[in-house]
């Protein structure tokens, strides 16, 4: 029962970025936006847990 739901989900997923991908240079800008918001997130948690000692009284 669970198989038939993962493998409709992966279907509805595989529609959905093939919809996407129809406009290609918006795929191309939406992905590369997504991958450098991860790292900018990722960069400013370094930030805060390896250079800062407090925040507003909060230690770590």
Avoid: R, T
Wanted: glycine residues 6%; charged residues 20%; aromatic residues 24%.
């Amino acid at each position: 029962m669970l198989k038939n739901y993962l493998k409709l989900y992966f279907e509805f997923f595989k529609v959905n970025i093939k919809g996407i991908m129809i406009y290609d240079l918006d795929f191309i800008f939406g992905v590369v936006g997504l991958i450098l918001n991860k790292i900018m997130s990722f960069c400013i948690l370094i930030f805060i847990f390896n250079f800062l000692d407090e925040l507003k009284g909060w230690s770590f």
